[in-house]
């Protein structure tokens, strides 16, 4: 009795039964009886044992591994045998595994079960890291999980992702995301007058500092894109992106992440203000030199440099660095690059970037 999966016609079995009769689904076979499987099917006749099919419907095996038996002369009398099974993973470039999220058990006994027998598996084959995902809704198999010595790696509104390095060897994944990026909008008008506000919400040594508009880039959002909505969204003016002018690095801030601030000089495309009152206490147009006389921004080491160099890209005696889409044969990705252009040819030092 040869049979293959590839083919199978559940009238085969008929004669048998039925309900015994195996189907497609997906990536493994499924019993009537609610059973999956993803390793190979023995048929027992009166002839002997022949595999009918083997995990990923490729090939018929040519040898009979431990894995589900029915006998066909007595199907009363069936007798199903599991194997080792575990948990649906694509393997990464790194030797290590990706566990599919869309496929866990919400069974926590059969997560357990799987998860045990899974570990000792990757770790016969030599794995490395494994990422493990659990989405909201199988919230539950956290505690499970964490107990096997997985870790936590970072977590977004939908899901948690938990890792495990298998190597007697300090872990190579890589940390989780550790910096917040920000943006400040330099804008200066023709008047030679400066944007700025004042935040509704700051620490006490801030309260009635007139500041430039800032604010955090959005996920997948470019540092120019950000500046240029920040500075709508606090002030209703409307600006084009000019350069970078500078930008500053910085440590243990908040949830103890590194910072990079970003200051973008805008051109400004509109006069009318309109504040975001959420935000913004108020925000006006300030002459430069009564914003660099208040006693924060012209004590300050950082700030005063900040405007020192805006002041001189305004001089035209510093030049940004203005945003370039190319395109990378490393990663065949359009990315944003930084950098400065420069009339050399003319014998001219200016910029002539925007």
């Known amino acids: 009795m040869d049979l293959n999966l590839k083919s199978f016609d559940a009238k085969l079995l008929m004669g048998a039964s039925s309900e015994l009769a195996p189907r497609r689904t997906g990536h493994s076979a499924t019993i009537s009886s609610g059973v999956r499987f993803s390793s190979s099917i023995v048929i027992s006749s009166r002839r002997g044992s022949t595999i009918v099919g083997s995990a990923g419907w490729e090939e ?32 990464d470039e790194y030797g ?22 899974s570990l000792s598996h990757w770790k016969l084959k030599g794995k490395k890291g494994i990422w493990l995902k659990l989405p909201l809704e199988r919230s539950q198999l956290v505690p499970i999980a964490v107990q096997e010595g997985f870790e936590y790696h970072h977590a977004e509104p939908g899901y948690v992702m938990l890792t495990y390095w298998i190597p007697q060897r300090p872990s190579m994944l890589p940390a989780n995301a550790s910096h917040h990026v920000g943006v400040g909008g330099f804008v200066v008008n023709e008047n030679n007058e ?21 604010g955090f880039i959005h996920e997948a959002e470019e540092i120019y894109s950000g500046a240029v909505r920040e500075v709508k969204e606090e002030t209703g003016i409307d600006t084009a992106f000019v350069e970078v002018m500078a930008f500053r690095h910085a440590h243990n801030l908040a949830f103890q992440k590194s910072d990079l601030f970003f200051v973008c000089m805008l051109e400004p495309l509109s006069s009318q203000i309109s504040i975001d009152d959420d935000e913004i206490q108020a925000a006006r147009w300030m002459p430069l030199e009564d914003y660099l006389a208040q006693p924060l921004i012209n004590g300050d080491i950082m700030f005063k440099k900040i405007l020192d160099i805006c002041i001189a890209r305004l001089g035209k005696r510093y030049c940004g660095l203005t945003a370039h889409q190319v395109v990378s044969t490393f990663d065949d990705r359009q990315s944003c690059l930084y950098y400065n252009v420069v009339d050399i040819q003319n014998g001219n030092d200016n910029c002539i970037g925007h």
């Open 96 to 117: 290590g595994v990706v566990v599919d999220p869309d496929l866990l058990p919400a069974n926590q006994d059969v997560f357990a079960s799987l998860l045990h027998s």
């Open 194 to 214: 400066i944007l700025v506000v004042q935040e509704k919400f700051c620490t006490p040594s801030f309260s009635g500092v007139w500041k430039i508009p800032t």
């Open 60 to 91: 018929m095996a040519t040898t009979a591994p431990r894995s589900y038996f029915f006998d066909m002369r007595d199907v009363s009398r069936s007798v199903f045998k599991k194997s080792d099974e575990v948990l649906v993973a694509c393997d």
